[in-house]
């Protein structure tokens, strides 16, 4: 088995991971610090003899997860510098012009990295796709928008840098950089659909798959400016990266959680613009440049319609942020009626049109479906809808197992999904959300998809199209369905 592969910055030697060997920590651009930090990536520094990538390398400087949610995704925690890195899984070096997949993590653009135990890439390489998964840059470092030449989406920059690199050496691992499918979940699938629809990003992929996240959601450069304005006035320095470069590491991390929980914890539209609803301070901009437009104003334009697109969301997505802290306990119905009044959609039509979905549902549990579609449901079926008459095709899926936990309240939550799609349900950290007993068949059955679509473009189920509207749902009885709760859909008609 072939331990030794030659990039374009030098020799790496991997290690056996089962039947199929792996790569670890590779720089695909330089370490982002120094005279680079809040600068666009820079090229990855060339070295001599051979560098040893059997372990992984460092992540991106972060806070840990809040509590409870810790204790359901296992955040990594790699210290060192350079962090603009990438594994590769491959079953043979030497096979040449295998699928690629690359995998963007999520983690609301502030958490996660590609050393998170669920990403392990065996099983795809194991079925012949050569597996990559990113490290990029993320919270202040990554995504707040400057006051002065700071260049804008250096997180986003990263991921073009890593897919360049791809471009340039996949091949050495075995992979065919013309067969290469971008993915993720979550923030990671927003950046999917924002690499999209980038120029820069143009030529780079042929197929993309979006998991609980689709391009309907950015800051205007507007709040994100005023975002940078609130991070200076808690550090007491101007938003400018010759000031906030000198700010110590740890303070300028626990500032930017700060800043995060605030707008959890204290939606005030005057305060926080458009984050009010959506709770994320830190995430792309719609800047003109980096960013043209919102993904799904240029996806609708045409951006990327020669890209094949998988695309999809969970049935209980918001469970995960409101049953385990016990939200959700406590949600009145005024509350509930005041947050869908924030969506924009009509707040008694709605009320109704979920009751008679679900007559004996709390306000809590109105308030995750609600949620779940405002946020993930929505803006999947509307990328779909944007992507008709192009010659890329959509398809469409829904992930509906619901977990055990939490007295079964969990559901099919947020980022549940993913262990099924890795077939990697022993993996640290997934028996917290899926509990003991999670069936390996379903994630025989969506792993077999997601590695078709990567080999062919086809996961197995007919292309997305606004006449029948097929959805494959996964997890409960009836396979192939039309458009889930279709009346629902029709509420969010004109929200964004």
């Keep these: 088995m072939q331990l030794e592969v030659v990039t374009t910055s030098g020799v790496v030697r991997g290690a056996p991971s089962g039947p199929v060997v792996a790569f670890k920590g590779i720089p695909y651009a330089a370490p982002p ?92 390489a194991r079925d012949g796709i050569v597996l990559v998964t990113v490290n990029y840059r993320l919270g202040v470092d990554g995504f707040l928008h400057f006051d002065d030449d700071g260049p804008a989406h250096r997180g986003l920059l990263d991921q073009v840098a890593a897919l360049q690199w791809v471009r340039d050496n996949i091949a050495a691992f075995g992979g065919d950089p013309d067969r290469v499918t971008i993915a993720g979940e979550s923030a990671g699938a927003m950046s999917v659909t924002s690499l999209l629809s980038m120029p820069r990003a143009a030529g780079l992929f042929r197929r993309a ?88 104003t240029a996806v609708a334009a045409g951006a990327g319609a020669d890209v094949d697109v998988l695309v999809g969301s969970n049935t209980d997505e918001h469970t995960l942020f409101l049953v385990p802290n016990g939200v959700a306990d406590v949600v009145t119905e005024q509350a509930l009626h005041m947050v869908l009044a924030g969506y924009g959609v009509p707040a008694g039509a709605a009320l109704a049109a979920y009751r008679a979905d679900a007559p004996t549902a709390s306000p809590g549990d109105l308030l995750v479906r609600a949620a779940t579609d405002w946020f993930f449901r929505i803006p999947a079926v509307r990328l779909a809808e944007a992507r008709q008459g192009g010659p890329g095709r959509t398809f469409v899926y ?37 509990g003991p007993a999670a069936p390996q068949e379903l994630a025989d059955a969506m792993h077999a998809a997601w590695v078709a679509f990567v080999r062919d473009g086809d996961p197995g189920w007919p292309p997305y199209d606004t006449a029948k509207r097929p959805v494959q749902v ?13 009346g629902q859909r029709e509420l969010w008609e004109g929200v964004r």
């Excluded at 996964?474 to 279709?486: E, H, L, M, Q, S």
């Design 33 to 124: 610090f120094g005279d680079l930090r809040f600068a666009a990536p820079a090229p990855a520094p060339r070295w001599e003899g051979v560098r040893d990538c059997s372990g992984y390398g460092p992540t991106a400087l972060k806070p840990p997860y809040p509590v409870p949610v810790d204790a359901l995704l296992p955040e990594p925690v790699i210290p060192g510098e350079d962090v603009l890195n990438l594994n590769v899984w491959t079953p043979d070096p030497g096979a040449g012009g295998l699928p690629v997949m690359v995998w963007i993590h999520g983690g609301a653009f502030v958490n996660g990295s590609g050393a998170v135990p669920v990403y392990d890439g065996t099983a795809f």
């Design 209 to 296: 798959v979006a998991q609980s996240g689709a391009g309907h959601h950015a800051l205007s450069p507007a709040t994100a400016h005023r975002v940078a304005g609130y991070l200076g006035q808690r550090l007491g320095v101007p938003p400018t990266r010759e000031a906030l470069a000198a700010v110590p590491v740890e303070e300028l991390v626990a500032a930017q959680r700060a800043l995060s929980v605030e707008a959890a914890t204290v939606p005030d539209p005057a305060r926080w613009g458009e984050i009010t609803l959506n709770a994320m301070v830190f995430e792309p901009v719609v800047d003109g440049d980096v960013l043209p437009a919102l993904p799904i």
């Design 398 to 434: 829904e992930f509906a197992w619901p977990s055990p936990q939490f007295g079964g309240r969990l559901g099919a939550c947020h980022a549940l999904e993913i262990a099924f799609a890795f077939d990697t349900l022993g993996a640290e950290g997934v028996e917290p959300m899926a």
């Design 474 to 486: 996964f997890g409960v009885p009836g396979g192939v369905v039309a458009d889930p709760r279709a």
